[in-house]
């Protein structure tokens, strides 16, 4: 169950965190993985970690050049390409009174021009190898609770992750229409330790005007009927499910991997 053998993969922002947990599993799995990143010594450092079925490629997935780049070296490393996981993003932490519209800018281009550009430059090489495919390739795009439900001291980050939502959705329908065999669906994440995660509870210590960090963590804690935290290797199972053949008959759904934390 669950296997990736003989596939590759192209994941943005997997230097570190969900990305390189992802990265991980679909390694041990049987994968090849591309891992694209902006940071290259951490890049290359897991890379490396993970051994020859893992290459690093500098990856702003802001810049359609750097996206040629990552998918023809797939291409040319590991014969094509079957999976992208859309999964680099950036979290501002501020209300949207206090962001200035180069912030906005920013996190735009990270959470939804980048997830437009990939699913944009990767198309040929998904739709060809998911030809060539009973169950098809895959893009997983990761999203947020944020993306599902609003946000009241997030709007913005928010605004961002429900674009994914439905960008997510609207491309499983147009690949349909156009006959690709290319399944999207996206992950929505509760509160993950990631260095991500721990800029959620700086951020909202500050909102508060407590900075206190640990009171912050405690309330995001208690959010999660499940009783605990998110750790990377719990989205990463979810991604590694969705790119799999075993969600052959999933595609513009979303899968909620929260601990509870939208079930109230
Ligand atoms: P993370 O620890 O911050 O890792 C994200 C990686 O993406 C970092 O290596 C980051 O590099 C990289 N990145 C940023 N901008 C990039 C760009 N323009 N091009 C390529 N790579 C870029 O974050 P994470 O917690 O693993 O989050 C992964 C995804 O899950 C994100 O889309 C996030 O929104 C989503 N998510 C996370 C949580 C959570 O609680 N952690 C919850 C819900 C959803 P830099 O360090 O240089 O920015």
Redesign the pocket.
Known sequence: MNRLDGKTALI?????????AAARLMISVGANVII????KT??EETAEILGPNAKFIH????DENDWSNAVDLAVDQFGGLDILVN?????LGRDFSDISVDDWNRLA???MT?VWLGTKVATDALAKRGSESSQGSAIVN?????GLVGSELDPL?SMT?GGVTLFTKSTALNFGRKGHKIRVNSV??????????E??FVSRAQQHGTNDIKKSRDVALAGHPIGRL?V?ED?AKGIVFLASDDAGFMTGSSLVIDGGLTAR
Request: aromatic share 4%; proline share 4%.
């Open positions: 943005s922002g997997a230097s570190r965190g969900i990305g390189a694209g990143d902006v940071l951490k890049g990856l702003d997935v802001t999964n680099a993003g950036l979290f281009n990270v959470n980048g990761i999203s947020s609770v944020a980050y992750k929505h994440p509760g509160v993950i330790q990631t260095d991500m995660g800029q959620t998110g990377p989205i």
